[in-house]
């Protein structure tokens, strides 16, 4: 952390590329994932889930599955159904029952779970259950008969409406106008849905794959009429999440119940075809996306309306627009968006939920705009870039687009390109080049953290905390060992386990920021005892400074003169144990309360885009070449380059990473991602990973990742902002875009298929 | 999944000992017993509970036996138990049988490559999602006479030649499209120890009314072995194979051609099959006419096209694969002329 006076050291490991200290333990099967943990004399769980997407139980036929042998106990909502109480979402409100009662809200719904000596027999008995349902026609998608329509209330989200867009859209020199969609898309995290829960003494603890362990508490302690504090839950380790673990689910309290009604734990793998229909996942959209613009290229008007699929009762929907409204300059701003509600699972969060569909319009339709005006894409976004917020007149708090655009171009070649779609070939194929802008806004939350030091110099970092893949054990490690002056190697760190400092939740790109602040608010604490007792001790080298003056690193505790006293000295003079300091962090514009509210199971966070002071983005610009096939259309990549201004890197390893995964993601998300729906039956057809397919290594050639260097003093005291999903925003359209390059076709759809380009 | 038995066979005759059959009527695929080679189609199956086996019997100690690689002056003999890997990999059929080489090794993934066997990569299954899911109620395939969901639900990946009206789904293969191309047969065992050769073109069924009923395998039969016959055509032959990503995927369209061109270009035979959208193995008998003795250029490729898809059926998400079939054809015997051999 080479900028605060108070730890200014060249040894500092922050910033530097760092190998994750979990890595070993990953790679040698010794990291524990929930469903790895160790209980004693488990029982097994096997789902039984609904084959239609709307009506009612009418019987179950149980006797051929409770008569084989090892079952222990079929919960039904006849059997169990009163037992608890459906979820709190994290976000959208009410959401569809489970066995709470006969009705079926959605395909794939829980309406059972048969309980066995093993696994095989669970699975067994649940495929000898014969359920007869009343049937009621079930509406799929938008369109579908029955779909219900209504425009989104302000509240969690907001819309814009700066000047007057429909009128400066009926009158301006140039519009472009398109209608554009995003299918359903499922995480399919490797680790599947697990969930292990055991009953000691009235107390319950649950193992489970969680980006907020005190969420998931909190949640189940709600559906169980239970003290939040007679739940645990632990997830050391998480395989994937992207979102899919945010929030709880019906599944955990019914296995919970599952482990008091046979009085024995109960572990339950949900298989892969039911992770398509037990959790969320990310939504259908449609887009009406207009813009105005003079013929030089300055906008005039941008209208952005929204349609987003949810379930019957959840008001799920997300902030694109709130993103898409910032983007550039522009005088006249209209967004809105309409929820539809069909018989559906409930939605949720997946990898920068409202970035990833909403920018795809608004960076295909600047495609658009810069191809009808003759300017090139990137100067038309340097036309219309601005450092200030169009929808408030706020300032960014830093905002280096451009810079991203040219570092981006240059590596990338654009200057290459021949704007000329169809004009760029190799061998038997059309090559296009695209670039889109990408953009996620900062965000932080309040969370606690607990440090303690040994004489030793070995620290330990407690925090509730989530690492789901990103790395997130090595940043705390980091943050601690820059703070003490410590090598990360000397700290350990204890995660994912709800009986620590309670952490917010792991998404909106928001836990670098949220617990490298909260592990250093805690080490600075233990720092100033530290040094206040070695300058108002009588005798030791730093009797009588400036305590805080006092620099800790390198395992010595350091004066501006000098003077010096090693740690050891400096902590034993306090205690011959461990110093240990428990510390809450609440980021600026958050109330007092947020520590309660956290406790209590939600997360208290401060988004960029909702800020009083500044409006706080990461930004970054993405470059991608298409090849498509003259004859049979096939389209690969062969090349992409992405550029992000993210702030101060805490690890640009594991930065590196994070970048590179969601700018594959992106690509997955234009050309190949999609869950099918049956429309007459409103059922999920291709869900498992042999059809519902992602990039493997074939697809994915050279992507390369260009992390532009940024000072941001306005974002957060230690200038980071995230990064974990800005990396896959805008690849959809500047992969789009480079279709078009190559083809002359504009495909508004995702996923680009060979069909659309025959 | 259900309770099985699990036999294991070391050699010919216990496999055949083991697995005859009760009742050898019926089809295969639908017997009690089943036999377990690779078991990367069966075992999936049953635990989708679409196959519900009583016994199975492992086959693999049948290898030393049938898992032969031999090629001579009148062709190539692959034993039924050759992993498809080894086959790929195989210097003599990279350079003779190139088609076959290509097939296989653009088929799956490394990992289910060493693990399958021939026999059971030619038997596999179709991926129709609605067969491979029992939650849905109708499927004359897996249920017959209770329907096709298919027909007008999701069914881009699904057949458009050779198609019933009780059945849309494709045989999802690669390497079957090459056998049947290149005039493959196929040695079967019954349970008494007797031996049938059949045309490969002739092992599967298309679906009529019967989708349920994939071959003409007879419960108990066991697949020893294929011949492909040498001719000029095997060397100048690929495999070209459509698909939404790179690698491990199924195709969307694929075409099997070999060629045996004249000095002028002139074809003096064709050899071509068709993947990816066909109800069974498929060789284009028509589309081989249509080129023999002609020039092989763009325009007598797409005529050659033309009727290979003549009687192309197409449903709600198909419309497109006729078209992409016959590009892909035309790309594949254009490709096929540019090899040099
Ligand atoms: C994810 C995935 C992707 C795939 N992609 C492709 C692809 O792109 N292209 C492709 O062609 N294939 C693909 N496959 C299919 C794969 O090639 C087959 O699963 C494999 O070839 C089957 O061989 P096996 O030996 O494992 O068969 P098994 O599963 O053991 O057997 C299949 C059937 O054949 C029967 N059988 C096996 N041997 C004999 C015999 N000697 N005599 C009589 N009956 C026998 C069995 O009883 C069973 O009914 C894919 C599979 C998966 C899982
Ligand atoms: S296409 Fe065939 S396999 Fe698929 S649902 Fe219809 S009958 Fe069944």
Redesign the pocket.
């Known amino acids: 952390m080479a900028e605060d006076p108070k730890t200014a050291t060249a040894g500092s490991p922050f910033g530097k590329p760092q190998v994750r200290i979990d890595g070993r333990a990953k790679v040698t099967g010794r990291a524990l994932y929930p469903s790895d943990e160790p209980v004693g004399n488990p029982a097994y769980a096997f789902l039984l889930t609904s084959a239609i997407a709307r009506g009612r139980i009418r019987r179950f036929d149980l006797g051929e599955a409770r008569a084989v042998e090892g079952v222990l106990d079929i919960l039904t909502h006849e059997t169990a159904g009163g037992e608890a109480k459906p979820p709190e979402m994290q976000s959208g409100g009410k959401t569809t029952t489970t066995l709470e009662s006969d009705r079926v809200w959605h395909d794939g719904q829980i309406i059972g779970v048969v309980v066995a000596n093993s696994y095989e027999i669970a699975r067994e008995a649940a495929f000898r259950v014969r359920v007869h349902y009343e049937k009621e026609a079930p509406s799929a998608s938008f369109g579908s008969p029955g779909a219900e329509e209504e425009v989104r209330e302000p509240g969690e989200h907001k819309d814009y409406r700066v000047g007057n867009a429909d009128a400066e859209l009926a009158s301006a020199e140039v519009t472009v106008d398109g209608w554009y969609g995003t299918p359903t898309q499922h995480h399919n995290p490797i680790e599947l849905f697990t969930t292990t829960c055991a009953w000691e003494n009235g107390k319950l603890t649950i193992w489970e794959p969680s980006q907020f362990v005190y969420g998931l508490r909190g949640n189940v302690a709600g559906q169980l009429g239970i003290d939040p504090e007679d739940v645990r839950v632990v997830s050391r380790f998480v395989g994937g999440a992207f979102g899919s673990k945010g929030g709880a689910t019906a599944r955990t309290a019914w296995i919970a119940v599952a482990a008091r009604r046979v009085n024995r734990p109960v572990k339950l793998v949900a298989t892969r075809d039911q992770g398509f229909t037990i959790v969320t996942y990310r939504a259908e959209t449609r887009h009406h996306l207009q813009l105005a613009a003079t013929r030089d290229g300055r906008l005039t008007a941008l209208r952005h309306e929204g349609w987003e699929l949810t379930s019957r009762p959840s008001d799920y929907n997300v902030s694109g627009t709130e993103t898409t409204a910032r983007m550039y300059a522009c005088p006249n701003i209209l967004t809105k968006v309409n929820i539809v509600h069909a018989d559906r699972n409930t939605p949720g969060f997946m990898r920068a939920p409202p970035d990833t569909p909403y920018m795809f319009p608004l960076e295909c339709a600047m495609d658009e705009l810069a191809a009808r005006l003759g300017i090139d894409p990137i100067e038309l976004r340097r036309i219309n870039d601005t450092q200030t917020d169009p929808t408030n007149g706020q300032t960014f708090s830093s905002r280096h687009l451009m810079d991203c655009f040219d570092r981006g171009a240059e590596r990338f070649g654009w200057s290459r390109r021949d704007p000329r779609p169809g004009s760029m070939s190799n061998g038997d194929w059309l090559v296009g080049l695209g670039c889109a802008s990408a953009a996620y806004p900062s965000n932080i939350a309040a969370t606690a953290a607990r440090v303690s030091l040994r004489p030793d110099g070995h620290a330990r970092v407690q925090i509730a905390a989530h690492d789901i893949g990103t790395g997130a054990y090595t940043v705390v490690a980091i943050m601690a060992a820059d703070q003490l002056g410590l090598a990360p190697e000397q700290v350990t760190v204890e995660m994912g386990d709800s009986s620590l400092p309670p952490a917010s939740l792991a998404a909106g790109s928001s836990h670098t920021a949220t617990i490298t602040h909260a592990v250093a608010k805690a080490c600075g604490e233990l720092r100033d005892r530290i040094a206040r007792a070695a300058t108002t001790s009588n005798n030791g080298p730093l009797a009588g400074r400036d305590p805080a003056t006092l620099v800790l690193s390198a395992g010595r505790l350091t004066a501006p003169d000098g003077a010096a006293e090693p740690l050891v000295d400096a902590v034993k003079r306090l205690t011959p144990g461990a110093l240990e300091v428990y510390a809450e962090n609440i980021p600026k514009g958050l109330s007092p309360e947020a520590m309660e509210t956290l406790y209590k199971g939600k997360p208290p966070m401060s988004r960029g885009q909702n800020r009083e002071d500044v409006t706080a983005y990461a930004f970054g610009a993405q470059f991608v070449e298409v090849r498509v096939h003259s004859r049979t259309r096939e389209i690969r990549v062969p090349r992409m380059v992405g550029a992000f201004a993210s702030g101060r890197i805490v690890n640009p390893l594991t930065a590196h990473s994070q970048y590179m995964g969601g700018m594959i993601w992106g690509l997955g998300a234009a050309l190949l991602e999609k869950t099918e729906i049956d429309p007459r039956h409103a059922r999920y057809v291709n869900d498992n990973i ?1 059809e519902y397919h992602i990039p493997v290594n074939a697809d994915v050639r050279r992507v390369e990742v260009i992390m532009i260097p940024e000072t941001d003093r306005d974002v957060n005291p230690l200038g980071v902002k995230g990064i974990g999903e800005i990396g896959i925003v805008g690849v959809n359209a500047a992969i789009a875009n480079a279709v078009f390059h190559a083809t002359g076709k504009r495909i508004r759809q995702l996923p680009i298929r060979i069909e659309d380009l025959l | 999944m259900r309770p099985f038995s699990l036999e294991t066979a070391d050699d010919l005759a216990e496999a055949l000992r083991l697995g005859a059959q009760e009742n050898a009527a019926g089809a ?2 639908r017997a009690p017993m ?11 199956l049953m635990k989708l509970d679409v196959m519900r086996p009583e016994r199975l019997v492992n ?1 693999n100690g049948l290898q030393r036996q049938y898992g032969m690689i031999e090629a001579d002056g009148a062709g190539l003999t692959l034993g ?2 050759a992993r ?1 890997s080894a086959v790929a990999d195989d210097p003599v059929v990279r350079r003779d049988y190139r088609v076959l080489s290509d097939a296989l090794r ?4 490394q990992q ?1 490559r060493n ?3 021939l ?3 030619v ?2 299954r179709t991926r129709c999602n609605y067969f491979r899911d029992t939650s849905w109620g109708a499927c004359n395939k897996r249920e017959p006479g209770s329907g096709c969901a298919a027909m007008e639900g999701v069914n881009r990946r699904l057949a458009v030649l050779g198609v019933s009206d009780r059945c849309i789904a494709n045989y ?4 079957a499209n090459a056998l049947a191309a290149l005039g493959a047969e196929v040695t079967v065992l019954d349970g008494a120890g007797g031996t049938r050769t059949l045309p490969f073109e002739e092992l599967h069924r298309l679906p009529g009314d019967t989708p349920h009923i994939e071959t003409n ?1 007879k419960p108990g ?4 072995g294929f011949r492909v016959p040498a001719g000029p055509w095997t060397r100048r032959s690929l495999y070209l194979k459509i698909r939404d990503r790179e690698s ?4 969307l369209t694929s075409a099997a051609v070999a060629l045996d061109l004249g000095d002028d270009g002139t074809v003096r035979e064709a050899r071509i099959g068709i993947g990816g959208l066909v109800a069974k193995p498929w060789r284009s008998h028509e589309a081989e006419a249509a080129l023999r003795g002609r020039r092989l250029d763009e325009a007598s490729a797409a005529e050659a096209a033309e009727a290979a898809f003549a009687d192309a059926v197409v449903h709600s998400e198909t419309a497109f694969k006729p078209e992409l079939g016959r590009r892909t054809l035309v790309r594949a015997l254009l490709e096929a002329a540019r090899l040099t051999i």
């Open positions: 042999s | 295969h695929v089943q036999y377990l080679a690779g078991g990367t189609n069966l075992l999936d086959i039924a138990l498809m653009l088929a799956a993934s289910l693990m399958a066997s026999a059971g990569n038997l596999q999802p293969g690669d390497f395998l039969e066991l697949i020893t491990f995927d199924f195709a």
